[in-house]
């Protein structure tokens, strides 16, 4: 059984409530804008965009060691006409994402994968602004490229914030999938939340080793996306 109180120390520290994560949090979003920079002028392979918070960011670990890249490893050895673009940014929410998205869909996106929520869920914000912001991304990002495919990693967090709350919220993912039908990665953190072997030595972010597990959380939904996209 995994371990709750883990668990909610790995939400805490995503949220970046101090000052200290909140440099982290600019420091990532400087290496955000400049991996966006490079990857658009990669040529004409069709762009994964992976727009989500730290889990995406990769906090505590090279980039190269965060789940998009390790997908990317996965699209490369498959010879897919695909380049995996890591938005990630410490700290997110959905309103900030929202407030973010147009900058980072100045570049052409083929599929956008959509990792964002836990910090509302651990600040206690309400469901409905969840959701409405969640919608509000996946409306402008098929406004921006209609044929756009979407992809959303659901989350989940503990009942610290009452069991109707955390029920709630974990419904969110799977109720905005269905409506919108859109791909879903059920849980993101899947066999890594509360696994301390699988996190860094502050006991909350996940090691390369985890990263390697939520890249494969992702693969599972995405290869068919991708497998009949060969160069």
């Not at 883990?6 to 000052?19: A, E, H, V």
């Not at 990857?39 to 980039?63: E, H, V, Y």
């Not at 469901?127 to 209609?146: A, G, M, S």
Request: charged share 25%; with cysteine.
């Amino acid at each position: 059984m995994k371990n709750l109180f883990i668990f909610l120390l790995l939400l805490i520290f995503i949220s970046c409530g101090d000052s200290n994560k909140q440099k982290t949090a600019e420091k990532n979003e400087t290496k955000t804008e400049e991996s966006i920079a490079e990857n658009a002028t990669t040529g004409n392979r069709k762009k994964i965009l992976f727009f989500g918070n730290s889990l995406t960011a990769g906090m505590g670990l090279d980039t190269k060691e965060a789940f998009p890249a390790v997908i990317q490893e996965k699209i490369d050895s498959l010879g897919l006409n695909y380049e995996a673009v890591n938005a990630g940014n410490s700290g997110e929410t959905t309103a900030s994402g929202k407030n973010r998205l147009s900058w980072v869909l100045k570049q052409d996106v083929d599929i956008f994968i959509l990792e964002l929520g836990a910090n509302d869920g651990l600040r206690g914000i309400p469901l409905e602004e969840t959701r409405k912001n969640l919608q509000d991304i996946i409306d402008k990002v098929r406004k921006h490229k209609p044929d756009i495919k979407i992809v959303l990693a659901g989350m989940q967090i503990p009942p610290n914030m009452g069991e109707d709350y955390a029920s709630g919220f974990r419904k969110i993912f799977p109720e905005l999938a269905e409506k919108n039908e859109v791909e879903l990665i059920p849980f993101l953190l899947e066999n890594v939340a509360g696994e301390k072997e699988l996190n860094q030595s502050d006991g909350i972010h996940p090691t390369a080793e985890g990263q390697e597990i939520l890249a494969q959380n992702v693969w599972e939904v995405l290869q068919h996306l991708l497998e009949n996209e060969k160069v």
